[in-house]
């Protein structure tokens, strides 16, 4: 089965050789599924996935717009055909104007040109599942990102209320974020002044002292930082780190003014 012949379109029409002659047209492109009337037509649409329904518009019961105003309320993206006599050319063009029908062939019709109006139509449908899909894709990633967004300003409103310095630093060892306390301690007016720098430029912290820290053996120490006053402040700072690597790797520390 190729892949073009996965997607599976409807024949409706009472008049058996009718049928027979739209499945000879089509089954070596689509899969046909046929029936005879409307009520099973529609039986058949709420069971299977259909992208294209060819209807005739004279039928016992219910007519052809009949049956593509349903078709329309049921499967939205569905592509419509509607086969007429000359007799039911202006309810086809009625049919037409009010969005129930995408195209319309009065019998007898060009086979060639229903086959190329069918294919256009697969191309029509591929792109409104694709486009549903994307707006679908999209809310999802709203929702997502709306709450990640939701958590990063919890954590921002918990760190910003800590009463001591917090400093978060990312996998180069660089800060990353500072909170207010922080930057006040640090008498730094903006955290962009201090984005990016490598922390060990800053705060005076020696490869023993993160050892201790890595292996539990420290909880606060002293140690010095230079602040942007240019002046030299001793703090009480604690450290914690990340051995998801295998590698104790800094991730940020808590300090307080002495």
């Not at 089954?27 to 209807?55: C, H, M, P, R």
Request: hydrophobic share 40%.
């Amino acid at each position: 089965m190729t892949v073009q012949n996965q997607y599976k379109i409807l024949c409706v029409d009472d008049e058996k050789d009718i049928l027979d002659t739209l499945y000879d047209t089509f089954i070596d492109t689509y899969q046909v599924k046929i029936a005879l009337n409307g009520e099973d037509a529609l039986k058949i649409l709420a069971e299977e996935d259909i992208f294209a329904v060819i209807s005739d518009q004279r039928m016992p019961g219910m007519t052809g717009t009949e049956l593509m105003a349903k078709v329309h309320q049921i499967k939205p993206k569905c592509k419509k055909i509607l086969l007429t006599g000359y007799a039911d050319i202006n309810a086809s063009i009625d049919a037409i104007n009010i969005g129930r029908v995408d195209r319309y062939f009065s019998k007898p019709w060009d086979n060639e040109k229903i086959i190329m109006t069918v294919n256009s139509f697969l191309s029509l449908y591929k792109a409104d599942v694709f486009l549903e899909k994307m707006c679908k894709d999209g809310e999802i990633i709203k929702k997502n990102f709306d709450n990640a967004n939701y958590f990063h300003n919890l954590l921002v409103s918990f760190i910003e209320s800590y009463p001591s310095g917090v400093c978060i630093v990312n996998e180069k060892g660089q800060i990353e974020y500072l909170n207010n306390k922080g930057l006040e301690i640090l008498s730094c007016s903006d955290l962009e002044k201090i984005k990016g720098q490598p922390y060990k430029e800053r705060f005076k912290i020696d490869a023993s002292l993160e050892e201790k820290y890595s292996k539990g053996e420290l909880v606060f120490n002293k140690i010095t930082v230079t602040g942007f006053d240019h002046l030299v402040k001793s703090l009480n700072l604690s450290m914690t780190f990340n051995n998801e690597s295998g590698d104790f790797l800094p991730v940020g520390f808590i300090f307080k003014a002495i």
